[in-house]
């Protein structure tokens, strides 16, 4: 075993000097060489141990699609120069990239050994026990009831989009629906995860899942792709890890035969998402589309991430001074939240100037410091959790921050050694993570504090133990009345 193992690296490496041929008769592909090197490598290494491997291998999906495909595209010719950087800008970029996924993957290996060396005698689970039943039951029935208040919130929008245009949700939206309801709404997707955390069986689990797949269908309607996609990259990690968590019944939750479907459903799912990107723009006035050359167009369109980090180094001199934007995104959603705005904080959201100038969103600074009123009209190029990082930190931030995410990629998903709520943050946290590369870096810790999201666990919590409490005095009753031994 250990001999087809260390094969199997040997070719590997063989592999990548092959690869590495291009680059000796070009030295502008060295760099991105490398950078497809190191990430095809990370993705093998996950795929060798998939089921304890799966957030890994979602991320490094998320930084090619949002990172490096236009950026492979652009180098190796296979498509037109759409914004032209110089070559300056274009190593920055790629030097970033090639330290992120360097720094990432090694400690990620580093952590997972540590793991496999350390032998910690863990207490497992009851998943059988009263306590996970009536979560289970629980967290089910909620999600089913606040399910239809967060789709008349969603259709809300997704109507809204479809008179108005994609843009104009961002300059002029205003919700119809009573902040009751979409705050009822809001619980949905939250209740969901709990529901998962608590370890149903497959049957029970699919039946959930369909109405959670169905939203997020749904949410295409409101011109925006990656809700969808991170909804289901976290589907797909989750079912991965049930393959070993709770299956006394050695059922497949997600096999060879489901990968195979899988595989053959990436294009039609490209070309959905292709589509809805070319439609948003059409809806209140645009151009045609064409889908003859959708999978490049798609792989093109979504690889913009790479231009922010440019532009964050091109526009740093435009930038506002003193400003430190990692934990920006936590900042004003604290600033953001009820109790906040009740002692007078001062608001950020939306594309206005003031939130470009004055919030803490790298993101809204240079979106507007580049577009202008373009960007008051609703447009924005998004973020970058690397570009955020090298602005602040440099490279050490760019170290710093990898070395974080390895760690929480190899410890924090480990759903085995985890009890319901943990476990229900972190399946939350996945969401945000696999946004890094075209979002905040630490949009993941927006949802740990996010008061919905505690709102929810707490309800949940309160009203199963309510009911465990409940049921558990009943039992004793009739026990006693049986005359049993209590």
Known sequence: ?????????????????????????????????????????????????????????????????????RQAMERFGIYEVEHVFSEELNLLAENMLLVSLIVLLTFYVIFNSFSRKKTVNTT??????????????????????????????????????????????????????????????????ICYWVFLAAMPEKKETDKVTLFYIFYLFITLGTGKRFPFVAGMLTIFVYYLSRNR?????????????????????????????????????????????????????????????????????????????NKMYLFGSTYEKLTGNVIFRLMGATQYKGNTAMHALQGYSLQHALSYITMGSYYLAGHGIGSCYIAEAYHD???????????????????????????????????????????????????????????????????????????LSHSGNRLISRKAAAGEVI
Not at 11 to 36: E, R, S, V, W, Y
Not at 156 to 181: F, H, K
């Open 1 to 69: 075993m250990r001999l087809m193992i260390k094969s199997k690296w040997v070719i590997m490496i063989l592999l990548d000097l092959f690869c590495l041929l291009p680059a000796i008769f070009n030295q502008n592909l060295t760099k991105i060489t490398l950078i497809l090197i190191v990430w095809s490598n990370g993705i093998v290494y996950a795929l060798d141990d998939l089921n304890n491997r799966s957030s890994m291998l979602a991320f490094l999906i998320s930084f090619f699609t949002f990172l490096i495909g």
């Open 124 to 189: 497992r689970s009851d998943y059988s026990s009263m306590n996970y039943r009536m979560i289970r039951e629980v967290s089910r029935f909620f999600f089913m009831v606040t399910f239809l208040f967060n789709l008349v919130t969603l259709l809300d929008i997704v109507i809204y989009v479809l008179r108005n245009g994609y843009l104009s949700y961002y300059t002029s939206y205003t919700s119809s629906v009573p902040y009751v309801i979409k705050k009822i709404g809001e619980m949905s997707p």
């Open 245 to 321: 968590i709770n299956n006394e019944k050695k059922e497949v939750w997600f096999g060879r035969r489901h990968m195979r479907f899988l595989l053959m459903a990436v294009p039609l799912v490209m070309l959905l998402l292709f589509v809805i990107g070319q439609v948003r723009t059409t809806i209140g006035g645009g151009s045609a589309y064409n889908i003859s050359s959708f999978i490049t167009d798609f792989i093109y369109d979504q690889g913009s991430s790479i231009n922010f980090i440019k532009r964050m180094e091109k526009f740093k001199d435009y930038l506002p001074r």
């Open 393 to 467: 930190y440099g490279y050490i931030g760019i170290i710093l921050v990898n070395i974080v995410y390895a760690f929480i990629f190899s410890k924090v998903f480990d759903l085995r050694k985890k009890n319901i709520w943990s476990c229900s943050i972190t399946l939350i946290m996945l969401y945000s993570l696999l946004l890094a590369p075209r979002g905040s870096a630490d949009g993941f810790i927006i949802d740990i504090i996010d008061l919905t999201t505690w709102g929810t666990i707490f309800v949940i919590w309160v009203t199963s133990t309510f009911l």
